[in-house]
């Protein structure tokens, strides 16, 4: 049985760091430019302006503050006992130490006073207390909190401005640490319920080598749904922070498909950079200067999701390599793609082991960590077939939860009696489970609305489904698809089963599939006049398309067709020409987006009234339509490239 992890979040916190110091020492000088240059690096400093000229009760406002941040930092100067006030946020700050180890850090610096002074109440912290015990006899018990504030943070490790000289490399020694503190502590919530992602972060790591000054690129590889990008992702949160820039390059893949590398690699370099004016959209780079100073840089970059050579290849053509100390990590299922590229420290990513797989299941099946006897037999099936791939365990998991125990004892003995256990299969059946309109709206997504923004998906689905918002929430919730930065992800395998489901529909005649994606499959389907009433969706890259001629008559047996979308990367030239004009269009369509549409006009015998978006940028269209006409649910309308609500 696996050990059993907390699973509290870390709190949420205010201000990243507190700074606690005696005004009169340090205000103006050191301190200040501390705060500043924390506040360039983007952290959230609490800073009190207002110690002067106040009584001596420390404020509850004070006290919530430090409550509220991440970790403290203390000023030790000269003076810092002879403040009450002091004293009381340094026992505030130690007791929030004690009370939350884990997630709270406390970084003494020693300016201009011995440590041994402050861990021993010597010198001038030994005359304030001298004042303390001679003026405040009556309360002994907080003067002795106040000795042992001063001697536990004394104990701990921090930087001493007689040993780290001038004030500038101190502050920038300073400021690091506190990075490092942070990001630690981002790591460990971020790697909060990531089963099995520490262990191999920790594998990862030990090939990074991070303190080595030379360059280095890593690959990480496996199978799709294995983790590759959620250990990336949590590499990188760990240890971005320690890198002049860093850069996350997401979906190397599915951009060179849909023809946006090169858009992908000016933001990239752009932020590396740290130039918004740069253009290197180019696919080399001419200016030697900008190459200078890409390798003055220590960067982290991190490419996700690389199928070809030629696809690295575009993204760094041009840059000879980065500044010393810089890492490149790749992730990619082709191995082939490392090596052409001479990476040749590469980890393939491990499947779960035995813990792990049944940690990760009964988190997403059951959530617990503690299973019934029942429950445990359910996983030892369901893990025989998964064979430690996360994203099967994840989706067959979740489907599960919240059922009853007799539906999860079928649900498992169905998946019992798949022959060929392998992971498509095993997504199968969580498809399956779905009703007609979930499943509907799953195959809507691997064809049309991957990567979409997803209130523009709810829009276009609202106007074809019953229960769109629940819908997703389903598919969500069965870790069928996901929402990030708001929008509609799906790992490839999913898509992949996706795809395979419809093909199997019609394997031979495209036409009589309910969707369509493949050039190939819409270009005989539209140049042969196949297409039937059970189609309901086209989307075409006219990129990867010959030139299309489509006769008049194209969509009359389309009929039901819902979603249909001819779009042109950018740079690509119109395609498709209607020499006879086009007879019709499906009165059905909820969503028509044709860029470069090539007639005056949109068909006489199309009744528009089922619209709820219609984009024709880029055409050639004068007048949509004769006449008037009415339109029930329109909601957005694009026309040469402008947008019209």
């Known amino acids: 049985m696996f050990s059993s992890k907390s699973s509290s979040m870390v709190k949420a916190r205010r201000y990243d760091v507190f700074i606690s110091f005696r005004g009169e020492d340090t205000r103006r000088g050191f301190t200040s430019h501390l705060y500043k240059e924390l506040c360039r690096k983007k952290m959230e400093a609490f800073i009190d302006d207002e110690k002067l000229g106040r009584g001596d009760?420390?404020?509850?406002?004070?006290?919530?503050?430090?409550?509220?941040?991440?970790?403290?930092?203390?000023?030790?100067?000269?003076?810092?006992?002879?403040?009450?006030?002091?004293?009381?946020?340094?026992?505030?700050?130690?007791?929030?130490?004690?009370?939350?180890?884990?997630?709270?850090?406390?970084?003494?610096?020693?300016?201009?006073?011995?440590?041994?002074?402050?861990?021993?109440?010597?010198?001038?912290?030994?005359?304030?207390?001298?004042?303390?015990?001679?003026?405040?006899?009556?309360?002994?018990?907080?003067?002795?909190?106040?000795?042992?504030?001063?001697?536990?943070?004394?104990?701990?490790?921090?930087?001493?401005?007689?040993?780290?000289?001038?004030?500038?490399?101190l502050i920038d020694e300073i400021v690091k640490d506190i990075l490092n503190k942070l990001n630690r502590g981002a790591s460990s919530a971020y790697l909060?319920?990531?089963?099995?992602?520490?262990?191999?972060?920790?594998?990862?790591?030990?090939?990074?080598?991070?303190?080595?000054?030379?360059?280095?690129?890593?690959?990480?590889?496996?199978?799709?749904?294995?983790?590759?990008?959620?250990?990336?992702?949590?590499?990188?949160?760990?240890?971005?922070?320690?890198?002049?820039?860093?850069?996350?390059?997401?979906?190397?893949?599915e951009s060179a498909e849909r023809g946006t590398l090169l858009e992908l690699r000016e933001k990239f370099l752009s932020s590396i950079l740290e130039d918004g004016n740069l253009?290197?959209?180019?696919?080399?780079?001419?200016?030697?200067?900008?190459?200078?100073?890409?390798?003055?840089?220590?960067?982290?970059?991190?490419?996700?999701?690389?199928?070809?050579?030629?696809?690295?290849?575009?993204?760094?053509?041009?840059?000879?390599?980065?500044?010393?100390?810089?890492?490149?990590?790749?992730?990619?299922?082709?191995?082939?793609?490392?090596i052409q590229n001479g990476i040749d420290l590469i980890y393939g990513v491990e499947e779960l082991d035995e813990d792990e797989s049944l940690q990760l299941f009964c988190q997403c099946a059951f959530k617990s960590n503690h299973p019934k006897e029942y429950q445990l037999e359910l996983s030892k099936t369901v893990l025989s077939l998964a064979d430690g791939n996360p994203l099967a365990i994840k989706v067959f998991g979740s489907s599960l939860y919240g059922k009853s125990k007799s539906y999860q004892e079928s649900a498992v003995k169905k998946l019992k009696q798949i022959l060929d256990p392998d992971i498509h299969k095993l997504l199968r059946s969580s498809f399956d489970g779905l009703d007609s309109e979930e499943k509907d709206m799953f195959l809507d997504i691997a064809f049309f609305f991957k990567g979409e923004d997803q209130d523009f998906v709810k829009r276009i689905m609202d106007a074809c489904y019953f229960s769109t918002r629940s819908g997703i929430d389903d598919l969500i919730d069965k870790s069928l698809i996901s929402v990030s930065k708001n929008k509609i992800a799906m790992h490839d395998l999913l898509q992949q089963m996706g795809s395979d489901i419809v093909h199997s529909e019609s394997p031979s005649e495209?036409?009589?599939?309910?969707?369509?994606?493949?050039?190939?499959?819409?270009?005989?389907?539209?140049?042969?006049?196949?297409?039937?009433?059970?189609?309901?969706?086209?989307?075409?890259?006219?990129?990867?398309?010959?030139?299309?001629?489509?006769?008049?008559?194209?969509?009359?047996?389309?009929?039901?067709?819902?979603f249909l979308k001819f779009y042109l990367p950018y740079g690509t030239k119109f395609k498709i020409i209607l020499?006879?004009?086009?007879?019709?269009?499906?009165?059905?369509?909820?969503?028509?987006?044709?860029?470069?549409?090539?007639?005056?006009?949109?068909?006489?015998?199309?009744?528009?009234?089922?619209?709820?978006?219609?984009?024709?940028?880029?055409?050639?269209?004068?007048?949509?339509?004769?006449?008037?006409?009415v339109f029930f649910f329109l909601l957005y309308l694009i026309l040469y490239g402008f947008f019209f609500l």
């Open 57 to 169: 009760e420390i404020s509850e406002a004070l006290l919530k503050a430090i409550e509220d941040s991440r970790g403290s930092v203390i000023v030790f100067s000269g003076d810092y006992a002879s403040s009450r006030w002091c004293l009381d946020e340094l026992v505030k700050i130690i007791d929030s130490k004690k009370s939350n180890p884990r997630n709270y850090f406390v970084l003494p610096v020693f300016y201009c006073v011995d440590p041994s002074d402050v861990r021993e109440q010597r010198g001038s912290f030994s005359d304030a207390f001298a004042k303390y015990e001679e003026n405040f006899k009556h309360d002994v018990g907080k003067i002795k909190s106040w000795r042992t504030a001063l001697t536990d943070a004394a104990k701990l490790s921090g930087w001493d401005s007689q040993v780290t000289r001038p004030d500038s490399k």
């Open 192 to 253: 909060e319920g990531l089963v099995g992602t520490e262990r191999r972060m920790e594998q990862v790591m030990s090939l990074f080598q991070k303190e080595k000054p030379d360059f280095r690129m890593l690959g990480i590889w496996g199978m799709g749904g294995i983790g590759k990008t959620t250990l990336a992702d949590a590499i990188f949160n760990h240890v971005s922070d320690g890198f002049e820039s860093s850069y996350f390059i997401r979906n190397v893949r």
């Open 279 to 338: 253009n290197v959209s180019a696919p080399t780079i001419a200016s030697g200067f900008l190459k200078d100073r890409l390798s003055r840089k220590m960067v982290l970059v991190v490419c996700d999701d690389v199928s070809k050579s030629s696809q690295l290849e575009l993204l760094f053509r041009g840059i000879d390599r980065f500044g010393p100390g810089s890492r490149v990590i790749v992730t990619t299922r082709y191995k082939q793609v490392l």
């Open 510 to 562: 495209p036409g009589r599939r309910s969707r369509l994606c493949i050039p190939d499959d819409i270009y005989e389907v539209l140049t042969e006049n196949t297409g039937s009433k059970t189609l309901k969706g086209m989307l075409l890259d006219m990129s990867r398309i010959p030139e299309l001629e489509i006769k008049s008559e194209a969509f009359v047996k389309i009929r039901k067709l819902l």
């Open 579 to 629: 020499p006879q004009g086009l007879l019709s269009l499906p009165d059905e369509l909820r969503y028509l987006c044709w860029e470069g549409y090539p007639l005056k006009t949109l068909p006489t015998r199309f009744d528009p009234r089922n619209l709820v978006e219609l984009d024709m940028r880029f055409s050639h269209v004068e007048q949509l339509w004769e006449g008037k006409q």
